[in-house]
T-cell receptor
């Protein structure tokens, strides 16, 4: 079974721009969660989607948003990029049978200049 | 107080030794506990999950959980240089649909 895939793997943007990241979960997994990882803050939860609905949200500003499609693929968007948004953005998926167990994709490395 | 605490390390052990990684958590109602391994520049990889008090073994890895002490540990037997990585402890609280991660412990296995 293929793992979680994320595109693109690397992105370079400038301040003020916006960016969209994509995630395809493991086949059959309907829950997708997004995390931000930085050296200073570690891994922090952004939001979680299930059946196209956001079920849970972390403590991030409204510039960070997401959505999920009917095929469970998910996208996250960051608007008005700031230097501090430079991070590894990780997507994780889980099944309904093992809802707590999350499997991570390779991540998207975002650099904001 | 951080919700999930780990010693950042580095923890240095010789090849063949037992590496012991520790984690404490603050939310008493936490139900699920996970250990992830993360190599530099890579994403976290699930190693073990544990839900009940006691030990759970999987190959060279043993996870230990003590809910009364709010303590989770990971033992790596016969440590290999390829085990050198950052080990992340993650906790899933009751009613929450997100993992809370510790800052990770960097393990170095010396050949």
């Amino acid at each position: 079974k293929a793992g979680v895939t994320q595109t693109p793997r690397y992105l370079i943007k400038t301040r003020g721009q916006q960016v969209t990241l994509s995630c395809s979960p493991i086949s059959g997994h309907r829950s997708v969660s997004w995390y931000q990882q930085t050296p200073g803050q570690g891994l922090q939860f952004l939001f979680e989607y299930f059946s196209e609905t956001q079920r849970n949200k972390g403590n991030f500003p409204g510039r960070f948003s997401g959505r999920q499609f009917s095929n469970s693929r998910s996208e996250m968007n960051v608007s008005t990029l700031e230097l501090g948004d430079s991070a590894l953005y990780l997507c994780a998926s889980s099944s309904e049978r093992e809802a707590d167990t999350q499997y991570f994709g390779p991540g998207t490395r975002l650099t904001v200049l | 107080q951080k919700e999930v605490e780990q010693n950042s390390g580095p923890l240095s052990v010789p090849e063949g030794a037992i590496a012991s990684l520790n984690c404490t958590y603050s939310d008493r109602v936490s139900q699920s506990f996970f250990w992830y391994r993360q190599y530099s520049g890579k994403s976290p990889e699930l190693i073990m999950s544990i839900y009940s008090n006691g030990d759970k073994e999987d190959g060279r890895f043993t996870a230990q959980l003590n809910k009364a002490s709010q303590y989770v540990s990971l033992l790596i037997r016969d440590s290999q240089p390829s085990d050198s990585a950052t080990y992340l402890c993650a906790v899933h609280g009751a009613g929450r649909r997100a993992l809370t991660f510790g800052s990770g412990t960097r393990l170095q296995v010396q050949p």
